[in-house]
């Protein structure tokens, strides 16, 4: 069967073709879903004044976001080895729909935390299309179809800021969020016609998908290593994205929350790089490439720290920042999406889930680091996270040279 509008093929005893149209609307769902847990970045200083909380206050709106994400992931991604995912996906966008009206509508601090904490737990389609898209590919362009799905992510990541910051400045933080719970719920409607179904390799009960999850982790050694490094490098980035809002608004800069999503446009290169990547991963070894991004990544916090006084200074530190730790992702995940083919769903659950909450602490650590010891404690708290990322690596490196 085929559908000529979106180049979509499907066939029954194979499964779903991969194309380049399927790959281009999975590229864009991963966009729109996964913008919705970085709108609140650019922000916080206007949600904090809004409901009269200090930085930490209104910094732990990020962190119950990202903790959300990692529950979500833990609870919902592994279905998608054991469920068809086209009905999965449209259940959980109209999930998020809902979660997005709480934050939209949210009158007091605590309202705000559990709406953030919902839209978290519902936002977890993109890790659902990953896998598929990584189960679809062949083993010789499965780096360069993930770098295609995941340059869509990373836009929806980037760009969600730019578009916060100018829709939340012009208009109010809250119509950002009835703007986005319009779109979640446009998705599913597009999606649940278009998106064909799939079909899952593993014929396993929700608790044996559950239980193997708990047997990846104890005999992939591999997996540890990429998901505590992917958690401490998503630390460090969430500690500067959480901080810079409370930054920019002060001296010596003064700018509102428009110009601040600004800088999300900056990212766009390390997006725009995301199937460079993709394609040098199936070429080169990926590990010997997560320890490059890692130190790109400690690169850019050596700009914040010492040139962050100067815009130029946070626009080369945020190019940096996004392209080592988006290139450091990319490389983890086909690394690990080549341990067990069939799991590749629980794999990436236990990959995200890590991930994310390595950047809830970030976002905790951002916003009290700024609170206590405003900017160059910033910079001191993600150089670490990031430090410790490469120490994670290097150990990994001599124990398994592999």
Do not use: R
């Given at each position: 069967?085929?559908?000529?509008?979106?180049?979509?093929?499907?066939?029954?005893?194979?499964?779903?073709?991969?194309?380049?149209?399927?790959?281009?609307?999975?590229?864009?769902?991963?966009?729109?879903?996964?913008?919705?847990?970085?709108?609140?970045?650019?922000?916080?200083?206007?949600m904090g004044r809004t409901f009269h909380a200090d930085s930490h206050q209104v910094?732990?709106?990020?962190?119950?976001?990202?903790?959300?994400?990692?529950?979500?992931?833990?609870?919902?991604?592994p279905l998608g080895d054991m469920r068809e995912r086209r009905q999965l996906i449209t259940v959980l966008l109209g999930s998020v729909t809902i979660a997005l009206i709480g934050v939209a509508t949210a009158q007091n601090l605590l309202w705000i935390y559990v709406a953030s904490l919902a839209v978290g737990i519902t936002?977890?389609?993109?890790?659902?299309?990953?896998?598929?898209?990584?189960?679809?590919?062949?083993?010789e362009e499965r780096g360069k179809v993930i770098g295609s799905v995941m340059s869509g992510l990373l836009f929806g990541i980037l760009l969600a800021r730019t578009v916060a910051g100018l829709i939340g400045g012009s208009f109010g933080w809250r119509i950002m969020y009835w703007v986005a719970a319009v779109l979640m719920l446009a998705l599913a409607i597009i999606l649940k016609q278009i998106l064909p179904k799939s079909y899952p390799e593993a014929n396993l009960t929700y608790r044996q998908v559950l239980k193997s999850i708990g047997e990846l982790i104890v005999t992939q050694p591999t997996l540890r290593e990429a998901s505590l490094v992917g958690a401490l490098l998503f630390g460090g980035f969430s500690v500067f994205w959480t901080s810079l809002a409370f930054y920019l608004e002060g001296a010596p800069y003064h700018f509102g929350s428009e110009v601040t999503g600004l800088f999300g446009l900056v990212g766009v290169v390390g997006a725009a790089a995301a199937p460079l990547v993709g394609r040098l991963a199936d070429r080169f070894s990926p590990k010997l490439m997560v320890g490059m991004f890692i130190l790109i990544t400690l690169l850019s916090y050596l700009f914040f720290g010492f040139l962050g006084s100067v815009v130029w200074g946070i626009i080369v530190g945020v190019i940096l920042l996004d392209l080592g730790v988006q290139g450091a992702q990319i490389s983890n995940q086909t690394r690990i999406y080549s341990l067990v083919p069939e799991a590749r769903s629980r794999l990436n659950t236990v990959f995200m889930v890590t991930y994310f909450l390595g950047g809830s602490l970030g976002s905790s650590l951002g916003s009290y680091a700024w609170?206590?010891?405003?900017?160059?404690?910033?910079?001191?708290?993600?150089?670490?996270?990031?430090?410790?990322?490469?120490?994670?690596?290097?150990?990994?490196?001599?124990?398994?040279?592999?």
């Open positions: 069967m085929t559908n000529n509008s979106t180049g979509i093929e499907m066939n029954q005893s194979k499964g779903i073709t991969l194309t380049k149209g399927l790959v281009l609307l999975m590229s864009i769902t991963c966009g729109l879903a996964v913008a919705n847990l970085y709108y609140n970045q650019p922000l916080l200083a206007d910094g732990n709106i990020s962190m119950f976001t990202q903790i959300g994400y990692a529950i979500g992931m833990f609870l919902f991604v936002t977890v389609v993109p890790q659902v299309i990953i896998p598929l898209a990584a189960q679809m590919a062949g083993p609170n206590i010891w405003q900017w160059q404690g910033v910079c001191l708290t993600g150089g670490i996270m990031i430090v410790l990322g490469f120490f994670v690596w290097g150990i990994h490196q001599l124990k398994y040279k592999s």
